[in-house]
């Protein structure tokens, strides 16, 4: 059974940086790609960061490029977006995703999801 578990939301200061992690059970974050997605209040879910399976591209959106970076720890078998210079526009429910082929942006083509954690940004 695959698990996916979110945690490091929380309230920060414009400015300021957080960092997400993504515990995985029931598969291997090397062997998929992983995004991280994020819905805000009254709006749709949108991509915000990829890294894709095996040679591990990454790819962002472009609201958060040059801010944020997903990375993976192989041996822990986790995911982190690490996110700076965080914006009031920045909060949302963030959520991490898998997918065994190498769909990046389609979230219809993820097949697993967390629960999400919420990242609130103050002004």
């Known amino acids: 059974q695959v698990q996916l578990v979110e945690s490091g939301g929380g309230l920060v200061q414009a400015g300021g940086s957080l960092r997400l992690s993504c515990a995985a059970s029931?598969?291997?974050?090397?062997?998929?790609?992983m995004g991280w997605f994020r819905q805000a209040q009254g709006k749709e879910r949108e991509f915000v960061a990829a890294?894709?399976?095996?040679?591990?591209?990454?790819y962002y959106a472009d609201s958060v490029k040059g801010r944020f970076t997903i990375s993976r720890d192989n041996a822990k078998n986790m995911v982190y977006l690490q996110m700076n210079s965080l914006k009031p526009e920045d909060t949302a429910v963030y959520y991490c995703?898998?997918?065994?082929?190498?769909?990046?942006?389609?979230?219809?083509?993820?097949?697993?999801w967390g629960q999400g954690t919420q990242v609130t940004v103050s002004s």
């Open positions: 029931g598969l291997t974050v090397s062997s998929v790609t």
């Open positions: 890294l894709t399976r095996g040679g591990a591209s990454t």
């Open positions: 995703a898998a997918n065994s082929g190498y769909s990046v942006r389609q979230q219809s083509l993820y097949d697993y």
